[in-house]
Protein backbone atom coordinates (compact mmCIF):
# COMPACT_ATOMS: atom_id res chain seq x y z
CA UNK A 1 0.00 0.00 0.00
CA UNK A 2 1.55 3.65 -0.80
CA UNK A 3 1.35 5.65 2.42
CA UNK A 4 3.48 8.17 4.47
CA UNK A 5 3.26 6.48 8.07
CA UNK A 6 4.25 9.60 10.70
CA UNK A 7 5.44 8.94 14.40
CA UNK A 8 7.20 10.81 16.94
CA UNK A 9 4.57 13.35 18.04
CA UNK A 10 3.94 14.21 21.96
CA UNK A 11 3.61 16.57 24.66
CA UNK A 12 7.08 18.32 25.55
CA UNK A 13 7.94 21.17 27.70
CA UNK A 14 9.00 24.80 26.34
CA UNK A 15 12.27 24.12 25.29
CA UNK A 16 12.50 20.61 24.63
CA UNK A 17 13.07 18.59 21.33
CA UNK A 18 10.91 16.33 19.22
CA UNK A 19 12.19 14.34 15.69
CA UNK A 20 9.50 13.67 13.82
CA UNK A 21 9.64 10.99 11.16
CA UNK A 22 7.56 10.17 8.26
CA UNK A 23 8.54 6.78 6.69
CA UNK A 24 7.28 6.25 3.06
CA UNK A 25 5.72 2.95 2.07
CA UNK A 26 4.93 1.09 -1.02
CA UNK A 27 6.57 3.41 -2.98
CA UNK A 28 10.16 3.53 -4.60
CA UNK A 29 11.82 6.29 -2.29
CA UNK A 30 13.88 7.77 -5.13
CA UNK A 31 10.96 8.70 -6.96
CA UNK A 32 10.48 11.52 -4.18
CA UNK A 33 11.30 14.99 -5.65
CA UNK A 34 9.96 17.18 -2.64
CA UNK A 35 9.46 16.57 0.98
CA UNK A 36 7.56 18.76 2.98
CA UNK A 37 6.51 19.32 6.13
CA UNK A 38 2.76 21.18 7.49
CA UNK A 39 1.74 22.12 10.51
CA UNK A 40 -2.10 23.17 11.27
CA UNK A 41 -3.17 25.07 14.75
CA UNK A 42 -6.71 24.86 16.23
CA UNK A 43 -8.73 27.81 14.13
CA UNK A 44 -5.70 28.52 11.82
CA UNK A 45 -4.82 27.49 8.28
CA UNK A 46 -2.09 24.73 7.47
CA UNK A 47 1.11 26.75 7.28
CA UNK A 48 4.09 25.06 4.97
CA UNK A 49 6.89 24.80 7.74
CA UNK A 50 10.06 23.41 5.71
CA UNK A 51 10.69 22.13 2.67
CA UNK A 52 13.60 19.51 1.08
CA UNK A 53 13.93 19.70 -2.94
CA UNK A 54 15.74 16.53 -3.94
CA UNK A 55 17.55 18.76 -6.92
CA UNK A 56 20.54 20.67 -5.09
CA UNK A 57 19.60 20.12 -1.84
CA UNK A 58 17.66 22.63 -1.45
CA UNK A 59 16.08 23.41 2.36
CA UNK A 60 14.12 25.89 3.02
CA UNK A 61 11.69 26.70 6.31
CA UNK A 62 9.28 29.11 7.61
CA UNK A 63 10.69 32.22 9.33
CA UNK A 64 9.22 31.28 12.82
CA UNK A 65 11.09 27.79 13.04
CA UNK A 66 14.22 28.76 11.18
CA UNK A 67 17.70 28.13 13.75
CA UNK A 68 15.09 25.64 15.63
CA UNK A 69 14.10 23.09 13.39
CA UNK A 70 15.89 20.92 10.56
CA UNK A 71 14.48 18.65 7.70
CA UNK A 72 16.19 16.05 6.76
CA UNK A 73 16.05 12.41 4.62
CA UNK A 74 17.52 9.12 5.09
CA UNK A 75 17.50 7.41 1.96
CA UNK A 76 18.56 3.58 3.66
CA UNK A 77 15.68 3.91 5.83
CA UNK A 78 13.18 5.53 3.50
CA UNK A 79 11.92 8.45 5.83
CA UNK A 80 12.01 11.99 6.16
CA UNK A 81 12.75 13.92 9.19
CA UNK A 82 12.16 16.96 11.28
CA UNK A 83 14.21 17.88 14.01
CA UNK A 84 12.37 20.62 16.61
CA UNK A 85 14.85 22.21 18.65
CA UNK A 86 13.85 24.67 21.29
CA UNK A 87 10.17 24.37 21.08
CA UNK A 88 7.90 27.22 21.62
CA UNK A 89 3.96 26.81 23.23
CA UNK A 90 3.16 28.59 19.51
CA UNK A 91 4.40 25.35 17.90
CA UNK A 92 1.61 23.55 18.74
CA UNK A 93 -0.24 21.91 16.06
CA UNK A 94 -0.76 18.51 14.25
CA UNK A 95 2.56 18.12 11.77
CA UNK A 96 2.04 16.15 8.47
CA UNK A 97 4.99 15.26 6.04
CA UNK A 98 3.96 15.81 2.43
CA UNK A 99 5.99 14.24 -0.71
CA UNK A 100 5.65 15.15 -4.51
CA UNK A 101 6.76 12.11 -6.32
CA UNK A 102 8.31 11.69 -9.92
CA UNK A 103 5.05 9.48 -11.06
CA UNK A 104 2.30 9.57 -9.16
CA UNK A 105 0.22 11.80 -7.32
CA UNK A 106 1.73 13.97 -3.89
CA UNK A 107 1.30 12.15 -0.74
CA UNK A 108 0.13 13.65 2.63
CA UNK A 109 0.95 11.52 6.08
CA UNK A 110 -1.84 10.77 7.88
CA UNK A 111 -0.34 13.34 10.71
CA UNK A 112 0.82 13.90 14.65
CA UNK A 113 -0.09 15.72 17.18
CA UNK A 114 2.68 17.98 18.74
CA UNK A 115 1.96 19.74 22.14
CA UNK A 116 4.45 21.82 23.78
CA UNK A 117 3.42 23.23 27.09
CA UNK A 118 4.48 23.40 30.68
Known amino acids: QVQLVESGGGLVQPGGSLRLSCAAA?????????MRWYRQAPGKERELVAVLMNVGNILDYVESVKGRFTISRDNARNTVFLQMNSLKPEDTAVYYC??????????WGQGTQVTVSS
Open 98 to 107: NVIRLNGPAL
Open 26 to 34: GFTFSSIVV
